[in-house]
């Protein structure tokens, strides 16, 4: 039931273009993963999600675990019939929540536990526990319980974590059942030392998994760390599977990643920026919505855009909506920012097919 096929490559980089089969259904890669952190993308319908061309999305274990729990989405069928949004779906671990609440969390060998910032409540993640949420929630991808070292670790330090996260996977392994309904991502640690880096790659490239994730950035370092982190971790990977760069959604950073080489992405920054009024424009530019030149304006957000709000509302009904808290406002701009970030993969796709990725580059001020 997974299936990675490479339809096209990039003559002057690592850019491909592949088909990732599920039983939920097939997605493109490179691919967006809107983040439905608890079981929904926030402001918009699996429906809208159909129009603004989104083909899988994300939810977060560690949340949904806490709420409404895995137990009561298994009941209704897990989550694809819980949330109605009937393609693929990924579940992230939720190790990074866990290890980003550092005040109230202790990590032991063989699991971590946590109090809950909701009610206090204490909760215990293991590999093992990680991985049976996941299988209750019935996600087609999901992913292994890591430690997420901080960006600023020692070398000590990372080694540790990266060690841990090793023996975690080793430990899901041998409990993860289901294998032709759901399949499993390892994650690559190791911050950003390239010795750490390369033992990690090597350790998930040898696994009986149908795709690795890639951990770790985009968590404050250097542009130039983060570049450099990915070149010398990618060659390390099996060029027959999927590549998951977690937590990326800057168009720059999105470009600069699969011409090394990266499939899929996921980010919170459409939904985050819309609530706040900001709104991707030419070029990946953002702009916000509440400024004063906007007010009378009659045209569309983008011109040419076929979002819902671009065909429909002008930049100035939107602006009036966000002075007055009217949050129909934060839904247009989520539905413009999904839609116009998604045809922006779609345009990637399309120029790496037909030979034109280069151009996309430059038009980017990218060089590889």
């Known amino acids: 039931m997974f299936e990675f096929k490479i339809t096209a490559k990039d003559k002057h980089s690592a850019a491909r273009v592949g088909v990732f089969q599920t039983p939920h259904g097939k997605f493109h890669t490179p691919v967006f993963m809107p983040v ?9 319908t699996p429906e809208d999600l159909n129009k603004c061309g989104a083909e899988i999305i994300l939810g977060n274990t560690y949340h949904l675990h806490l709420r409404p729990g895995e137990k009561l989405i298994k009941k209704f069928g897990g989550l694809q019939k819980f ?5 693929p779906m990924l579940t992230d671990s939720g190790g990074f929540q866990v290890f980003s609440l550092a005040q109230h969390r202790k990590i032991y060998e063989d699991r971590v536990e946590f109090s809950s910032p909701l ?5 215990i993640f293991t590999p093992r526990k990680v991985l049976q949420i996941q299988q209750d929630l019935g ?8 430690e997420c070292a901080a960006g600023d670790s020692s070398h000590a330090v990372a080694e540790v974590a990266l060690n841990r ?10 409990h993860w059942k289901n294998r032709d309904k759901q399949t499993l991502f390892p994650i690559v640690q190791g911050v950003t030392y390239p010795d750490l880096r390369k033992l990690s790659a090597q350790f998930c490239a040898a696994l009986p998994v149908a795709g690795i994730a890639i951990g770790g950035l985009a968590v404050g370092e250097s542009k130039t760390d983060f570049l450099k982190t990915l070149e ?7 060029a027959n599977k999927p590549r998951y760069l977690m937590g990326v959604g800057e168009f720059s950073d999105i470009l600069n990643a699969v011409a090394r080489g990266v499939d899929m992405f996921d ?4 939904t985050r920026l819309a609530r706040h009024g900001s709104f991707f424009a030419v070029s990946g530019k ?17 011109a040419g855009c076929q979002c819902e709000a671009c065909r429909n509302y002008t930049s100035g009904y939107i602006h009036h909506l966000f002075r007055v808290n009217e949050t129909l406002g934060q839904r247009l701009l989520t539905l413009h920012n999904l839609t116009f970030l998604l045809d922006f993969m779609q345009e990637i796709r399309e120029s790496i097919e037909a030979g034109t990725f280069s151009a996309l580059l430059r038009k980017f001020h990218i060089k590889v």
């Open 139 to 146: 996600s087609d991808i999901m992913m292994q319980l890591d």
């Open 232 to 238: 010398f971790t990618l060659p390390y990977l099996p």
């Open 267 to 270: 980010c919170v920054i459409p």
């Open 286 to 302: 953002r702009a916000t919505i509440s400024n004063a030149k906007f007010k009378a304006s009659k045209k569309p957000l983008v």
């Open 119 to 123: 009610d206090g409540s204490k909760h």
């Open 36 to 44: 439905g952190t608890y079981g929904a993308v926030k402001t918009v």
């Open 83 to 87: 949330t109605h949004w009937e393609k």
């Open 165 to 174: 996260t090793m023996r975690w996977m080793e430990t899901t392994l041998r």
